[in-house]
């Protein structure tokens, strides 16, 4: 008998998140963009002279063992990027994003 109900949880579980899918492809007009596809080029592992597209607001943060340097840039209106840099070389972006919702994860 439970075996039954776990069975139709999972039927319910599944037709549940399947119609979300259908549902944001369904209502979504045109094509997906990648929104990390202006990054590539300041990915990390990538030298510090790419970022010269970017207009930075630079910081500093020292640590016992290092210092790290970071760049912050809004270039999409209110969504911000800070980029963490050590020895002339990106390591780290952290990306602050207003406005994405789940159906545009799911799409994505």
């Not at 094509?31 to 590539?40: F, K, M, R, V």
């Not at 207009?55 to 912050?72: K, L």
Request: some cysteine; proline content about 6%.
């Amino acid at each position: 008998m439970w075996r039954l109900a776990v069975v139709r949880l999972f039927i319910v579980a599944f037709v549940s998140q399947s119609v979300v899918v259908v549902g944001t492809r369904l209502t979504q007009t045109g094509e997906i963009q990648d929104p990390l596809a202006p990054y590539t080029a300041i990915l990390p592992g990538q030298p510090i002279e790419n970022l010269e597209p970017f207009s930075c607001n630079w910081y500093t943060q020292h640590y016992e063992d290092s210092t790290r340097a970071v760049c912050r840039t809004n270039p999409e209106g209110d969504d911000s990027v800070s980029i963490t840099i050590k020895n002339h070389t990106i390591q780290n972006l952290t990306f602050d994003v207003h406005g994405l919702t789940v159906g545009d994860l799911t799409r994505l």
